[in-house]
């Protein structure tokens, strides 16, 4: 993968586009050998490029493919391929036909989008004015893409991975088990697991992403003996595992189609976007940003199914209470370390979704976490 940018290559913004693209292409069956970064400088693009096309089947270039003069991405990749820009008319019309539907004209400057090497091969940008394009270069597929997020991962998802499988037949996709856990460190789970012997051609990944930590166990088939792994994988876990195969936000309003109000004091909100936006906005939620004990008897919270409150209630101590049909459950916590007020918040946000998740599965109601120190529980019954 060749990334470019003066944005990334000096660390103004973090290349989360390349972390994706790794771990998206391990999952269909390809993996990165090559990860490159230069600035937006012809020569280095058109350089580094030749590298690799010259050492590799497959080259991702992700970025300069906007309408501006520091744009340089299809220059420098005819200049590799030994040809010139040529205009696509078909892709000025799309540009248009958005500019249109936004109600606004059409700059000068984005048809620029559109001249592209010569011999190239649209790759269609749904979501954004800059279309992808595929060229051979020194015997390489190159690839190129727009840097922003949300369009190079429709990218890749829609147009270069089928393409990539479509010529390389023998690649089988990797099937993939997943565990979330929380309360646990990567090493702790590391240190469990890795005595196990583990199935030939079978993978054990990490990936840490504060709430949780995600165990990805990959394999080629399921075969008796993966089963019997990946039981003994979920048996050493299952005391921290709040979700298998899905988000634990996910896992736990599928089984929650009831209301919940939520009386936040703490998140600022974070605790309901991070809700919205892990089911797509299909949760049921009613949200107030601020908090009382008295609010759980409100008229809001009783025409809800649950409720949850979040408090600070003393100068490091947080007050979480769950509200049932038929309980009241209440738990103290104390963080062990100073947090940053954004990861504080995820976790109490974390903490107060387990306990969701442990009543609507009929658990036991208070879990283990390894940020923090239970000062007080209660359950008082209704």
Not at 59 to 81: F, K, M, R, Y
Request: hydrophobic share 40%; proline share 4%; charged share 20%.
């Amino acid at each position: 993968m060749l990334s470019t940018g003066e944005e990334v290559l000096f660390g103004d913004i973090v290349d989360t586009n390349a972390s994706w693209l790794s771990s998206t292409l391990f999952e269909s069956g390809f993996q990165m050998t090559t990860r490159t970064t230069v600035g937006d400088s012809l020569e280095a693009i058109s350089s580094a490029l030749n590298h690799l096309a010259d050492k590799h089947d497959v080259v991702i270039v992700n970025g300069g493919l906007g309408p501006t003069s520091d744009d340089l991405t299809a220059e420098a990749a005819a200049l590799s391929a030994n040809t010139q820009l040529e205009l696509y008319p078909e892709w000025v019309e799309r540009i248009q036909q958005m500019f249109d539907s936004w109600g606004r004209e059409m700059p000068e400057s984005n048809i620029k989008q559109a001249m592209l090497p010569q011999g190239s091969t649209i790759l269609d940008n749904p979501r954004g004015t800059a279309c992808g394009f595929t060229v051979n270069i020194s015997g390489a597929q190159c690839y190129f893409t727009p840097g922003v997020p949300h369009e190079f991962k429709t990218m890749v998802n829609q147009e270069i991975i089928p393409h990539m499988q479509a010529n390389h037949a023998c690649i089988e996709a990797k099937k993939i088990h997943r565990l979330f856990t929380y309360g646990l460190s990567e090493s702790g789970i590391a240190n469990t697991l890795e005595p196990l012997s583990r199935p030939q051609g079978v993978i054990l990944g990490y990936r840490s992403a504060l709430p949780y930590i995600e165990v990805k166990v990959f394999y080629s088939e399921l075969s008796t003996e993966v089963e019997e792994y990946v039981g003994r994988v979920e048996q050493l876990l299952i005391d921290n595992t709040v979700s298998t195969n899905c988000h634990p936000v996910k896992a736990v309003f599928d089984k929650l189609p009831q209301r919940i109000a939520i009386f936040d004091g703490v998140t600022q909100g974070f605790f309901h976007s991070w809700l919205a936006e892990s089911t797509e906005g299909t949760a049921n939620l009613v949200s107030v940003n601020q908090s009382s004990n008295e609010r759980l008897d409100s008229g809001l919270a009783g025409n809800a199914f649950y409720s949850l409150n979040l408090q600070q209630s003393g100068e490091k101590q947080w007050q979480l209470k769950l509200k049932t049909q038929n309980n009241i459950l209440s738990q103290t916590v104390e963080f062990k370390r100073d947090y940053s007020f954004k990861a504080r918040s995820i976790v109490i946000s974390a903490i107060a979704l387990d306990m969701l998740r442990r009543d609507v599965n009929e658990l036991e109601p208070w879990g283990n976490y390894g940020s923090v120190v239970r000062l007080s529980s209660e359950i008082v019954k209704l």
